[in-house]
């Protein structure tokens, strides 16, 4: 059957290091704390979040969220600092919530680990950058997210195509709209395909076989998933260096911009 890592427990002695974090990006990425009594003391802070929330620290340094230059090319310095505050802001938050899902409470009668909302977050993540790479986030005829997404992953994760699909068709579908990852079988061949989540696995985003003929495991670590991601965006051949000096990209993200604030709908009585 598929798994869930029973080991996956994060532990103060096997944090990784913290990246610095800009005052914006920390109101977002609260970072996880360093000892019992802090984790306890974390419990106790207000769990909520909001539109609000979010925009704050824009706002405090007299930023209006809103503040993208819309123009067809040629952004500013100031809109490109704006937009690696909110890419710093997504990945850091990323990385915040994931390792609260997986920190070792000693608490009496406290959680265990929470798997899935990592994952959820983690290609609702790519979604969201793929969405900007590309100009769009809804998809229609000729455009298709997991072809979108797919391609990102291959291009600036450098992940196989094959396990990217899979991936997507695990996390971002089937775990998003039926409450779990399912089992997956090839339609073109005879092919199945289980899952494995948790951290500190040894082949994330890697297809291995189980000793059963054609079936194969893929197992997701969503805090090597940060690291990648955080390499795959703001390293020197990522999509925030590329964002800077294409005028095409530029262009997307503009358009996706105006998108993801625009969206509209229609209820029905």
């Given at each position: ?47 909520v ?26 952004m500013?310095?100031?809109e ?14 990323l ?17 265990g ?6 994952v ?13 790479w ?23 994760l450098l992940?196989?195509r ?13 775990l ?21 989540t948790?951290i500190n696995?040894?082949?994330?985003m ?10 194969f ?10 690291r ?10 990522g999509?925030?260096?590329e ?9 997307k ?9 625009s969206?509209?709908i229609?209820?029905?009585?």
């Amino acid at each position: 059957m598929s798994e869930l890592d029973p080991k996956a427990k994060l532990k103060p002695d096997l944090r990784t290091q913290e990246p610095e974090l800009d005052q914006a990006s920390a109101a977002v990425a609260r970072i996880v704390p360093t000892s019992t009594q802090a984790t306890s003391d974390a419990l106790q802070q207000a769990q909520v979040v909001s539109l609000e929330s979010l925009n704050g620290p824009l706002k405090k340094e007299g930023i209006p969220p809103e503040a993208i230059e819309t123009k067809e090319c040629g952004m500013m310095n100031c809109e490109m600092n704006l937009i690696r505050m909110r890419f710093r802001q997504r990945i850091d938050s990323l990385e915040s919530d994931t390792k609260r899902c997986f920190w070792d409470i000693k608490d009496p009668g406290a959680p265990g680990c929470a798997y899935f909302p990592p994952v959820m977050y983690a290609f609702a993540t790519i979604d969201y950058f793929s969405s900007y790479w590309a100009g769009w986030n809804q998809g229609r005829r000729g455009k298709n997210q997991t072809d979108r997404m797919t391609d990102f992953m291959n291009m600036y994760l450098l992940y196989p195509r094959k396990n990217s699909q899979i991936a997507i068709n695990f996390w971002r579908h089937k775990l998003m709209h039926t409450a779990e990852p399912r089992i997956l079988r090839n339609s073109e061949n005879d092919e199945v395909y289980k899952w494995k989540t948790g951290i500190n696995l040894e082949h994330h985003m890697i297809l291995v076989e189980t000793g059963v003929p054609n079936e194969f495991r893929l197992e997701f670590d969503p805090l090597v998933l940060v690291r990648d991601l955080r390499e795959g965006v703001f390293g020197p051949k990522g999509y925030f260096q590329e964002l800077r000096t294409s005028s095409d990209l530029q262009k997307k993200y503009c358009k996706c911009f105006k998108e993801m604030n625009s969206y509209k709908i229609t209820l029905r009585g």
